[in-house]
């Protein structure tokens, strides 16, 4: 006789008591109230994402394309792609480079896309001339109105080496749109600031960007778009229009490379992280090894790059035409005497990151683990914003500050005290480790979203995904644990089955159901947590 086949099927793992018992949202929840969904997968260097108000995922790709995830289908629609430059050239466009960090940066849509269809991009545009812009187009009909494009703003950079080109955006609770710049300047080979003055040697001093109060680089700009494609200024920021050698959208400046932003929707802070520069020693005479860090802007200042970093550990001033150093900066009176400085000489003091570390194990934040490390950042936490949401996070994250990290991969949520510092951080879901996490923003819904990049740099990743992390908060589903003493044989077939190890985390007792199925038949059934068939 033919040996034959037989699946036995669990129809029902039930809990007996199906009451809907809530978890004490103001307790640390359980990881395994957590589930997290694949909701785009396949993904070409994802950077960037927004909520649109129907439901739908904005999201951009480094290489130009602007596409949208609709959640009824799971389609995901390319609307436009615009030409942008991804690669390194010298100045008569010979290709130095084909890839590096160049491209499309960031979107956000406008706090009225209902209404006006306006989304903004910031990109370096292919060509010969070396810069990025903020544009604004708008979306008709899950099309990107290339016609409709206005520049807001215009930022020069370089071209022929990496990188740092920043290109978070956020809107606050006014209107005001702020939009971070790296420093465009490429890494010091020793790990330590770039700050060469010599002739000739100009893209590596990074004083006359992200030290230079005339420059739009190393920043964090804040302005005010208005309906005819321009903007204005609003008060409060770090430089007044009219100051001179200033410019007045200036926010924050002493930026490196500053990632995702984030506003506190209660206080109107605003967070960030910063990539460090990837020494990996102190030096006397040189500075400290390299951090990175998260910061937070209670208001306009200085976050003091290229002359500190971390917790305002200076660098020293260095001749490098004579290979000596000069002296140490001071945070308290910065000041700018390089020869590319056209701004402003004396700088406003230096503010201090509320975290930092290391590639080796940090003494102060010990969980941030070792390695190659690059800060990303993350949302603040409110649970006021999700009133009536379907899986609000729960209150006992209210005023957190998630944040995440491209090369380790974890995310924390960080507490801090009303005064914004730093009191304690804690894993969240530790035993889920995220290829490359390069956005992570909080959905209408509540859950939180994470958009990976991938492991690899300037390439298409296998494992670039969109993913959404949901809250449980009710009573949980119980998990089926099935052993057999053997699936497959020939008749006469005996099998023994057990669901002991079945589990229910809200620890109410289990009722088992076993169905045995011939084709699409049942043609056998018993109860209990053990089974056994004959045939």
Known sequence: MKPILIRVLISALMAVACRDRHHDDRQKPEDDRFSIEALAVNLDEPMQMDFMPDGRILFVERKGRVRIYHPNSGEIVTIGTIPVSIGYYDEDGTVLQPTGEDGMQGAILDPDFETNRWVYLYY??????????????????????????????????????????????????????????????????RGYAPIDERDG?????????????????GKILRIHPEDDGSYSIPEGNLFPVGTEGAKPEIYTMGNRNP?????????????????????????????????????????????????????????????????????????????????????????????????????????????????????VGGPVYRYADFAGARRAFPRYYDGKWFITDWTRGWIFAVTLSEEGEYVS?????????????????????????????GRGTYKKNAEARLVRIKY????????????????????????????????????????????LLSGNRVVRTQRGHQASFSL
């Open 124 to 189: 370096s545009p292919e060509g010969r001339k070396p810069h990025s812009i903020l544009a604004r187009y708008e979306i008709r009909n899950d099309r990107l109105v290339s016609e409709s494009k206005r520049v807001l703003l215009e930022v020069p950079n370089q071209r022929r080496s990496c990188c740092h080109l920043g290109g978070g955006m956020v809107f606050d609770r006014h209107g005001n749109l702020y939009l971070s710049t790296g420093d465009n300047t490429p890494n010091d080979p």
């Open 201 to 217: 040697r100009r893209m590596y001093d990074a004083q006359r960007s992200s030290g230079n109060t005339n420059d739009f680089r």
């Open 259 to 375: 990632w995702r932003l984030s506003i506190d929707s209660r206080t109107g802070w605003l967070f960030w992280g910063e990539v460090g520069p990837a020494g990996v020693r102190d030096s006397v005479g040189m500075g400290p090894k390299s951090y990175d860090e998260f910061n937070i802007a209670k208001g306009p200042g200085n976050f003091g790059w290229p002359y500190l970093l971390a917790d305002n550990k200076a660098y020293w001033r260095y001749d490098y035409q004579n290979e000596e150093p000069l002296y140490q900066f001071d945070a308290r009176q910065l000041r700018n005497l390089s020869p590319n400085n056209t701004g402003m000489e004396n700088l406003p003091p230096a503010i201090p990151a509320v975290i930092w570390y290391p590639q080796m194990r940090s003494e102060e934040f010990p969980l941030m683990g070792s390695g190659s490390n690059s800060a």
């Open 425 to 453: 951080m804690e894993p969240f879901l530790g035993n889920i480790k995220f290829n490359g996490p390069i956005d992570m923003k909080f959905g209408p819904e509540g859950d939180l979203y994470v958009l990976e990049y």
């Open 472 to 515: 449980h908060s009710g009573n949980r589903r119980p998990v089926a644990l099935i052993e057999a003493d053997k699936d497959a044989g020939a008749v006469p077939f005996d099998v023994r089955l057990s669901a002991a190890g079945s589990v229910d985390y809200d620890g109410d007792p289990l009722e088992y159901h076993w169905d």
